[in-house]
């Protein structure tokens, strides 16, 4: 494979569409290209990351340990296909084992030069953290619909009135104390002036328990962050339901569908009573597309949301339905 | 804050839980993986029923206030303890004068006489204000054995009350009922008080035959302004399971082998090593039951809405 056709190949990866040749070309030089045998492990569920793999050829089989033994495959990877990307970007282990099932070719990135692409606030820097986030959103709604499958039925038909926006007729209120909001883990590590611009961009209200604020299957109107309380995300398939994710301080919902137009994957149900930054389609879309420090605190706030909520739903208690 | 541990099936040496797994309790004391900013050294206690020992429904007890990664007794006896069922706990107490570490607010806490021992890991923030409203709530009897300074404590002590016999052996239904109901007791004193803020309060209750393990939190996701907790307690804390046939070491790896029905069980605030592959995390919000019957165990878990 020469480094033309290398930049060529690259170029139909649709994380790395809307890069510049110059940009392909340098990752190509980067990048080692191998050959891996059928059979070969590339890496088990719980390995440190080391580097992402872009596969050219052949095929790979992803699959994931479960308690007693039990190996359960949850998908194929082929020509085209990205694989190791959640361990590298959130430094925690491998979510899956990856076995080749048909030899072929892989071109490897390492860590490094991986997080080398992602710094600064240069435009490719920018448009790889917004490919990143369809990305992780895929895999995101790839995993939810296994999990819908394995409760059956069919999505739960809400009341129209649950169904609606419901975030509009909250009760608005006073922006909490900064040095809360800094001692999250979320918000660690950011300049305190872009943290604080991305913090004042929306409203903040409060919500009772049980208030349904995104209904699964419908549109989401807004991006929501919890600064105090929790929020569920749930999955309800008649009188079975799956929680597979609590979004507590410092961690968001409802921005799938912003990000990608589709309906939104699961219902989001204030389990607490809570405090939350909303944050409207048209400020969403603003810090979403646009590339100062401002946008760099917003994409990374929204990729570690993307990555923990991933990493929720492969737990296997997600599995655990529980009647409502 | 705490670590706590729960073991219920096949006989196995206390040591593989304590000590030998690279995660284990022991070093959970010094060097927890999901607390951030916190350690356990206010000290160390374990319960334990062996059905060969001499008067089998009485547990072993084993309570000391010193780090247990250097307690040598310790590590005699859990070399020779190969029990039915464990509950074992390292104590973590704020770094602040008011703590009070002592022989006294060690778990898992058991009065003389009741069949039921309970560890904690969560706090009740504001305790000291509702505490005397717990008193109503309380067998007499019961009441006049708390003799720590813990909120465990009291919670241990409500419990026992909401059982039929404190003194007495209760269904594992029993137990679970009595433990939900002790938490809406609190929810409701809460209430009174005006207190609205985070308070974990995963707990695991046993008989010995069974085990009762909750994850839950009051109030969960808010917080007084500037508290010292405020980094620990943001994530839920933290509860996992291993249920299997037997836990033991092959090809270096420490793990539940399978087994169908399931014969033995781990409750734990962390997965005992660092691979957690093999275990599974208890959901937010819910309630954990399993029982020892004749060919396995019974296993269960359920929403727990209080």
Known sequence: ?324 | MCRILAYLGEPLPVRNLLFDTDNSLVRQSYSPRMMNTFLNLAGFGMTAWDPTSLRPEDPFTYRATSLPSFDRNLHFLASKLAPTCLVAHVRGVTYSGEGVVADTNLHPFHFIGTRVVLAHNGHLRQFPSMRYSLVEHVEPGIAQRIEGTTESEWIYALILSQLDDPYGEPATRELADATANALRILRSVRAAHGIDTSSPANICVSTGRAVVATRFSFDYGWYPPDDEMLETDLPFVSLWYAIGGEYNQRDGDWRMTAGDPPRSMIIASEPLTTDSSTWLEVPEYSMLTAELVPGGLEFETRDLDV
Not at chain 1, 62 to 69: A, E, N, R, T
Not at chain 1, 227 to 250: C, F, M, T, Y
Not at chain 1, 291 to 300: G, K, P, Q, T
Not at chain 1, 311 to 317: E, K, S, V
């Open chain 1, 1 to 324: 494979m020469s480094d033309r056709e290398t930049v060529d190949f690259l170029a139909t990866i649709p994380l790395l569409e809307d890069q510049e040749e110059a940009d392909l070309a340098e990752l190509a030089r980067v990048m080692r290209r191998r050959t891996v045998r059928d059979g070969e492990i590339l890496w088990r569920q719980g390995d440190d990351a080391r580097e992402v793999l872009f596969v050219v050829d052949g095929a790979v089989s992803i699959s994931l340990q479960q308690p007693g033994d039990r190996t359960v495959e949850v998908g194929r990877a082929g020509p085209g296909e990205v694989l190791g990307e959640i361990a590298l970007l959130d430094g925690q282990g491998h979510t899956m084992s990856a076995r080749v099932t048909e030899a072929g070719t892989v071109l490897a990135l390492a860590r490094s030069d991986f997080a080398a692409l992602l710094v600064g606030q240069h435009p490719t820097a920018f448009r790889l953290r917004r490919r990143l986030a369809s990305l992780l959103t895929s895999r995101l709604r790839h995993q939810l619909g296994h999990l819908a499958v394995s409760l059956g039925g069919e999505s739960a038909r809400l009341p129209a009135e649950d169904a609606a926006p419901a975030l509009v007729d909250l009760e608005q209120c006073p922006p909490p104390d900064s040095e809360y909001v800094r001692r999250m883990a979320t918000f660690h590590d950011f300049d305190p002036l872009a943290l604080w611009s991305f913090l004042t961009s929306g409203k903040y209200v409060r919500c009772p328990p049980g208030r349904t604020l995104v209904a699964e299957g419908t549109p989401s109107t807004a991006y929501s962050l919890t600064i105090n309380g929790a929020v569920e995300k749930v999955l309800v398939r008649g009188d079975r339901r799956i929680r597979v994710g609590l979004a507590g301080p410092g961690m968001a919902f409802g921005y799938e569908s912003l990000i990608d137009g589709r309906p939104s994957p699961v219902a989001a149900i204030a389990r607490e009573r809570a405090m939350l930054l909303i944050l409207p389609r048209d400020v969403f879309d603003r810090l979403f597309y646009n590339e100062d420090a401002v946008s760099r605190v917003f994409l990374e706030v929204i990729q570690r949301d993307l990555l923990a909520t991933l990493r929720q739903t492969l737990r296997p208690c997600a599995r655990l339905a529980a009647s409502v």
